[in-house]
């Protein structure tokens, strides 16, 4: 079972340039989510996907655009990175909807790690 | 709005057992969870707890939810030094199928 996986695992960029990260999940999860984490600030969401070709920001979103065009994938993309996005990112994912207050633990991928010089 | 809160640090001498806590402040959330993050590593689903339940043991761990508080625990009997990781406390709401809240994470230090 591969679960949620992430590539790439390391990057580092220069400033102003772009880069995609992608998530892909083979557990048939209608939810997905890229999150940052950064250090004593613990994990913050950054957009999320509730369906196929649906996308929404989650609490911070500037710099950044999600694409979901297959349910299986949801790409992170950064058009001109800049140094305050060097971070871990994390891409989750978790069972929908039909079921309202179904328990939906989500599920992490091992994380990006990303340096912007 | 919703908040989780933990405090950054634990440490704890191995063997000994380990109490992590968290508060919530949205009364109507459905399930609360706890994640583990080892260093380099993404979050693991520990365990997890329905709200109309107070106690859930699984081996070392026990979970302890008070509803009236708002207050969850996890804690971890016999510490071990491969209990080193942060842990995330993190809750779903009744308005939001597809939404958590998480807390920063406590990071358990185990002293030999």
């Known amino acids: 079972n591969a679960g949620v996986t992430q590539t790439p695992k390391f990057r580092v960029l220069k400033t102003g340039q772009s880069m995609t990260l992608l998530c892909a999940q083979d557990?048939?999860?209608?939810?997905m989510y890229w999150y940052r984490q950064d250090p004593g600030m613990g994990l913050r969401l950054i957009h999320y996907?509730?369906?196929?070709?649906?996308?929404a920001k989650g609490e911070v979103p500037d710099g950044y655009n999600v694409s979901r065009l297959k349910k299986q994938n949801f790409l992170l993309g950064l058009e001109s990175a800049a140094p305050s996005q060097t971070s871990v990112y994390f891409c989750?994912?978790?069972?929908?909807?039909?079921?309202?207050?179904?328990?939906?633990?989500?599920?992490f991928g091992d994380g990006t790690r990303l340096s912007i010089l | 709005g919703e908040d989780v809160e933990q405090s950054l640090f634990l440490s704890v001498r191995e063997g000994d057992s380990s109490v992590i806590n968290c508060t919530y402040t949205?009364?109507?959330?459905?399930?609360l969870y706890w994640y583990k993050q080892e260093p380099g590593a993404g979050l693991q689903l520990l365990t997890y707890?329905?709200?109309n339940m107070d106690m859930k043991q699984d081996q070392r761990l026990t979970v302890l939810l008070n509803k009236k508080d708002k207050h969850l625990s996890l804690r971890i009997a016999d510490t071990q030094t491969g209990d080193s990781a942060i842990y995330f406390c993190?809750?779903?709401?009744?308005?939001?199928?597809?939404?958590?809240?998480w807390g920063a994470g406590t990071k358990l230090i185990i002293k030999p």
């Open positions: 989750a994912s978790s069972y929908s909807g039909d079921k309202p207050h179904h328990n939906q633990p989500q599920h």
């Open positions: 996907s509730v369906g196929e070709g649906t996308t």
């Open positions: 707890i329905f709200s």
């Open positions: 557990m048939n999860h209608e939810y």
């Open positions: 993190a809750e779903s709401i009744t308005d939001s199928n597809y939404q958590l809240i």
């Open positions: 949205d009364s109507s959330s459905t399930y």
